[in-house]
């Protein structure tokens, strides 16, 4: 009777093993990722006879199961058993990559971190990126990308947000409104010009604010003085021109202030780290 029950739980025990790799390996890359990474990698090739073809920095894209291509990061999701692999995390910096952003982007549904940075990447951000629920840290970084940034804006997850050496002519701070956690914001070396926009105050996780070397002008709106956790401010190489408020000076959590190449006047306490003009 013993031996029997020992027995009866070693197969319902093996069983249970051979489920679980079985499971594992049939559901290793989810159909809908794979659709969109498929779609993405088309649009990556601006050249429409060269659709299908993979470029040199995705060459390991051409198996079926995505969790293993270079630069696709998976995790099992929910945790536990009875779960599928999805799509977290693209690290893409440095591919090489040539060609315009595709839409599918957004059929990764758990996709949290999107690093493209330092690729050739061209044309407009296709306005639903901006709308990813799970998206964290967005590294769109040293391409070639033109047109609006972001427009309407959805992304309540975000931290982490550089689009910086970028050809980005239009901008507004509606990103606040909705990325209440956004921590990081790198907007440098861009071609964004008129006024120096008003409502950055709603980010009001800020802890880094880049805007050097675009062509922002006027006068600095006070609002950008009420970022509580501002540590971090860039505005160098610029057209600003007005005075700086005292208050700036006095903040006690700013640690870094670059203030210099625009046209600004006002008293500040000339702490070493800070460079005005
Ligand atoms: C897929 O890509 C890998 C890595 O580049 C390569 O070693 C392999 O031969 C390719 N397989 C096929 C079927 O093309
Ligand atoms: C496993 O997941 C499927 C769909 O993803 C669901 O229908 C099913 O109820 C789940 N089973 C358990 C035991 O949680
Ligand atoms: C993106 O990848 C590059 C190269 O690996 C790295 O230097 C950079 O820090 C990454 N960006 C983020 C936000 O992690
Ligand atoms: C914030 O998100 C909501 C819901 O998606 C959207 O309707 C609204 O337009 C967004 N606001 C801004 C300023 O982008
Ligand atoms: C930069 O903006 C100016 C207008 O301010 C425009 O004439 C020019 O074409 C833009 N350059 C690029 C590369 O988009
Ligand atoms: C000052 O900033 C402008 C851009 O606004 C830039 O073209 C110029 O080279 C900068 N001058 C110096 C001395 O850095």
Redesign the pocket.
Known sequence: MMVLDICRSLIFLIFCFLAHVLSAQITSCNSNDLRALTDFQYGLNSDPDSQGILMPGIKSWNTSDCCIWDGVVCESWPAGLNSSMRVVAL?L??KDLRGRLRESLVGLGKLR?L?I??NILSGSLPAKMFKMKNME?L?L?NNQFTGVFPGKCDLPSLQ?L?VSQNYLSIMDTSICINSTSLRHLDLSMNNFSGNFPTGFDKCTSLTHLILNSNKFSGILPDDLFQLQNLQWLQLQDNSLSGSLPFCLSNSPTIQYLNMKNNSLTGLINLLSKFEIS
């Open positions: 690290e910096s440095g971190s690093n940075s330092n840290v590294d970084s982490f550089d």
